[in-house]
């Protein structure tokens, strides 16, 4: 592929040099500008701070605990740069850190699982979505929020192609990459979210963070 | 001693029986040694009687006197026993008494109530008691103090102012010397016989204490080695969960970092391939980019299996993500104040997790309800679903396998399963392995 013709400038946080590297190359050669790739999240504030990234990809586990410092950053660097995205990317899938993450940050967040940088365009993608102020949630997490969601006898009235539709709309879809998704045409797709937002008793709301935000509240309570 | 003996009853017309009454009334008095003594008392007032009568000539004064001293020498043999030292002292100083006022050359007496009397033979018994119950040191002096009373009263006695004095003499010092004599080593045989068996005593005591304080060594020895392995298999359940946690890690910065790299490498060439348009490459690398993903996912279950990195966090969030990927709903309620040990902390971890998927597998249940609290000696996971019930400890089976583990930190596992549900599943966790 050639580069997108909007470059965006990134910052990576990642400890482990060899995807820190990797990405770093994957997204020069897709024609980003990665302005910053560090290995901690001290080092990952300070280039946010500096540079003032679209996006920050940032590794859930880095020094010095291993556990959840880049979802700290994240959450910090959300909450004093709000016109920065931030991507966490992880290991395993975290539903409540994912959930904790999306609560405090409606808008210009993502959570994917690691593997997902296999499928680059996807993930580069993803990047792209959440630089503009969009939202991505890993399928994984939406999947497990639908089995795990003690709303189980609501949500066995919509349909399979609903169940679909709101899958996609809790990975921060928006109705035209539903349709495109789902092969279908947007005058479906807007149809479907009436229809679900209806049954599940939601208001509707044509933004699309802000619907991720309800149906994520909806699949947790 | 034994106060309770075999006693074979009288048989009349055979040719024991005299012996048997015999056997039977020595059995009797002993087991009763105050009515004996008090028979014995009784017999001396008896012989002793005949002599206050003859003195019937003497004034009143005399002869209350003469009763006085008697019932001093009864009194002391009823005494002996309780006070053997002292019931003797108080009959050899009547004897001396005796023999310095009551007994006069010619055999008259000077004072009537210091005559000798039936009632002396309370001598006799008092040096056997002593020879008996006292030491023999004690009971030597006594048979001195007997013999040389003895030898002073025949002296004054004198029966060599008799018809044959060698003779007389003779017979009197054997008699009363071999009767002196007899009541001593009588009394002696029996105190050899009590201490023989005293000894044995404080043998058979000895050995026992000495057995019992080996016992006791053998105890305590055997309680510092059970704290000892305690502490070893503390470490080693410490050290293995340390060991687990290493070895995610390693998987975690080496081969998935690698395979994820690699994925994204083959992902990038497949994307650059489907444009160029070389089908039969791009089928290979399209394979190679889906096996790599595959392994991926492959890889992180295996790692999680080892040790979900979350744990690092506490138990209540990795219980969160574990309630995320249940089968069934989970309502989850982590109540601990104070973390417990990592290895601790995975066990429970791994029991919730294995609860769950059985909830979800065997149990037909609609909802869970996982819940961890603290209780005093360290925490309660309870698993509790809606579903058939039924479950059961099988040897080999899950349930037990769970209980095998737990056991390994001196945990316990309960279920409760009625026909017909709901099935709860306790396990009891120490804080620290």
Excluded at chain 1, 3 to 15: F, G, N, W, Y
Excluded at chain 1, 46 to 52: L, N
Excluded at chain 1, 53 to 71: F, S
Excluded at chain 2, 58 to 82: G, H, K, Q, W, Y
């Amino acid at each position: 592929m050639t580069a997108t013709p909007d470059p965006l400038r990134i910052v990576i946080a990642e400890d482990a040099a060899i995807m820190r590297d990797g990405l770093t190359q994957t997204l020069t050669r897709r024609g980003h500008d990665v302005v910053a790739a560090v290995a901690d999240a001290e080092a990952l504030r300070r280039a946010v701070d500096e540079h003032r990234p679209d996006v920050a990809v940032i590794d859930v586990r880095m020094p010095p605990t291993h556990t959840d410092e880049g979802l700290r950053a994240a959450q910090a660097i959300h909450k004093d740069h709000p016109g920065v995205g931030v991507l966490v990317f992880s290991q395993y899938i975290e539903t409540q850190s994912a959930t904790e993450l999306f609560a405090s940050a409606p808008a210009g967040v993502g959570y994917l699982l690691k593997d997902r940088v296999a499928d680059v365009s996807d993930f580069i993608d993803a990047i792209a979505r959440v630089a503009h102020g969009g939202t991505v949630l890993d399928p994984e997490v939406v999947r497990q929020l639908l089995t795990a969601s003690r709303r189980g006898d609501t949500l066995a009235a919509l349909t399979p192609r609903e169940r679909e539709v709101l899958s996609l709309i809790a990975q921060g879809r928006s109705n035209a990459a539903i349709a495109a998704a789902l092969f279908i045409s947007p005058k479906v797709v807007e149809k479907h979210v009436a229809n679900i937002f209806d049954k599940l008793g939601l208001a509707p709301d044509d933004n699309d963070n802000r619907r991720v935000i309800a149906a994520l509240r909806y699949l947790e309570s | 001693m034994s106060r309770s003996r075999a006693r074979p009853g009288p048989v009349p017309g055979t040719s024991d029986y005299a012996g048997n009454v015999l056997r039977e009334v020595s059995a009797w008095l002993h087991d009763r040694p105050g009515q004996a003594d008090a028979l014995l008392a009784v017999a001396l007032l008896v012989v002793t009687a005949p002599q206050l009568a003859a003195g019937g000539q003497e004034s009143v004064v005399n002869r209350i006197a003469f009763v006085v001293v008697t019932v001093l020498l009864v009194a002391s043999v009823v005494a002996r026993r309780r006070y053997p030292v002292a019931a003797f002292a108080v009959v050899a100083v009547i004897a001396a008494a005796q023999i310095v006022l009551g007994v006069q050359n010619g055999g008259q007496a000077q004072v009537f109530a210091l005559q000798p009397t039936n009632a002396d033979l309370a001598i006799l018994v008092l040096l056997y008691t002593l020879a008996a119950y006292r030491p023999r040191p004690v009971s030597i002096a006594g048979l001195v103090a007997c013999l040389l009373g003895s030898a002073v009263a025949i002296a004054r006695w004198s029966p060599a102012n008799g018809p044959h004095p060698a003779d007389a003499l003779f017979a009197a010092a054997a008699g009363l010397g071999g009767l002196t004599l007899a009541a001593w080593v009588l009394g002696d045989s029996v105190a050899y016989r009590y201490r023989r068996a005293y000894y044995a005593s404080l043998e058979e005591r000895a050995a026992r204490l000495e057995a019992e304080r080996d016992a006791q060594a053998r105890i305590a020895a055997a309680a510092e080695r059970a704290r000892e392995l305690q502490e070893q298999r503390a470490r080693a359940v410490d050290e293995s969960a340390a060991r687990l946690r290493r070895i995610e890690r390693d998987l975690h910065d080496g081969a998935q970092v690698r395979l994820a790299a690699l994925a994204m490498t083959l992902g990038e060439i497949k994307e650059n391939l489907e444009s160029s348009g070389d089908d039969h490459t791009l089928a290979l690398v399209g394979a190679a980019h889906q096996n790599a993903k595959d392994t991926l996912a492959e890889l992180r279950d295996l790692a999680r299996g080892i040790h979900p990195p979350v744990l690092d966090r506490g138990l209540g969030p990795a219980l969160g993500i574990l309630a995320g990927t249940s089968a069934i709903p989970v309502r989850l309620t982590v109540a601990i104040t104070e973390r417990p040990s990592p290895a601790i902390e995975a066990m429970a971890y791994f029991c919730a997790a294995e609860l769950l998927a059985n909830a979800a597998k065997h149990s037909g249940a609609s909802r869970v309800a996982v819940s961890v609290r603290e209780q005093d000696s360290g925490l309660s996971l309870s698993v509790t679903d809606d579903g058939d019930g039924g479950a059961r400890l099988v040897p080999g089976g899950g349930l037990a396998g769970l209980r095998e583990r737990v056991q390994t930190v001196d945990g316990r596992l309960e279920v409760d399963s009625p026909p017909g549900g709901p099935t709860i599943v306790t396990i009891d966790l120490p804080r620290h392995a």
